[in-house]
């Protein structure tokens, strides 16, 4: 089975960094209501196709890492991103993994949903 992730979407994670509710060390977010550590990795969320064309890479809706995109030779340009013939609405952030105990990765589990839909859901996880 695959890893768990979340996308954290960049506002809030800046929000979180503000008011001292996180740390973001290197490729680390560490979410202080959590008690959880995310290996993080800067990734855009593509909300839709906004130009009409049809997709070529079938990317609406999903995360992808800017590595990822850059490789396909996306330009990223605030809340849009152009690939192809295609302009898309997009929310850069993190992509991150839980971490375990001494580094490991380990799957959500128990005790971080509610927080973590709360922020999904738009509240910043307030």
Request: negative net charge; aromatic residues 8%; without cysteine.
């Amino acid at each position: 089975m695959g890893k768990s992730r979340v996308f954290f979407p960049g506002d809030v994670v800046d929000r979180w960094l503000q008011h001292g509710e996180a740390e973001l060390t290197g490729a680390e977010l560490w979410v202080r209501s959590e008690r959880r550590r995310y290996r993080v990795v800067e990734a855009v969320r593509i909300l839709r196709e906004v130009s009409g064309a049809p997709e070529a890479f079938d990317m609406t809706g999903s995360v992808k890492t800017l590595g990822f995109l850059s490789e396909l030779g996306a330009e990223l340009l605030g809340d849009s991103m152009i690939l192809a013939e295609n302009a898309y609405e997009t929310v850069i952030g993190y992509l991150g993994t839980v971490l375990g105990p001494a580094g490991s990765a380990s799957g959500l589990g128990g005790g971080s949903g509610e927080y973590v839909a709360r922020f999904l859901r738009g509240d910043g996880g307030r």
